[in-house]
């Protein structure tokens, strides 16, 4: 108990800096800026391993049903264009402030049942071909994995702070210093 590497996994989560990223901000101004069909391009870049993307698009506002959003075909960094055939609905509410809230339904399938999680943002991991939401995906950010709270406690208890460097314990120690650089780069 509590012995090296206690409290670390194995293998980390896939984070979502690592993927792309489909924000319904894009889309949400655009909706009231056509009539029935809006043809688009949408580009990325991700500064993870240089990956590029490039996604073709028609947005479809249906007035009868709720708009819809086909990807039609991507592209990537060489220029390989290939067909993608991903349908994904959108939905809005009403703030009480006023004004519309648009969302994504993700539409992602889970033995055979959509997911249908309303989400702002929908993401395409390396290797994966179809968007989805964070929790389909099992996405999990940077500073979750990165974050150590003992560091936080340490820096802002000096006593404590001085108790960990110069404690014999090799692991402490090596927390204790870890603490005190983060503290210094504060200052």
């Given at each position: ?139 999990t950010y940077l ?38 650089a983060k503290l210094?780069?504060?200052?």
């Open positions: 108990m509590g012995g090296l590497g206690s409290g670390e996994r194995a293998k980390k989560k896939r984070t979502v800096e690592t993927c792309f990223a489909l924000s319904v901000a894009h889309f949400g101004k655009r909706l009231t800026q056509f009539q029935r069909f809006l043809y688009a391009d949408m580009h990325w870049s991700t500064s993870f391993a240089g990956r590029v993307l490039t996604v073709h698009y028609r947005l479809e506002n249906n007035n009868m049903e709720k708009p819809v959003l086909h990807l039609l075909s991507r592209t990537d960094a060489r220029g390989h264009k290939e067909p993608m055939w991903e349908r994904i609905v959108l939905t809005s509410t009403r703030p009480n402030f006023g004004g519309l809230r648009w969302w994504f339904v993700c539409p992602l399938l889970d033995k055979d049942v959509q997911c249908g999680r309303r989400v702002s943002k929908l993401y395409m991991p390396p290797g994966t071909f179809y968007f989805g939401c964070r929790a389909c995906f099992y996405l500073s979750a994995q990165t974050h150590d709270k003992r560091l936080d406690r340490l820096m802002k208890n000096p006593v404590a702070l001085v108790e960990a460097i110069e404690s014999k314990n090799p692991h402490e120690r090596l927390r204790g210093l870890r603490a005190y210094m780069r504060w200052l």
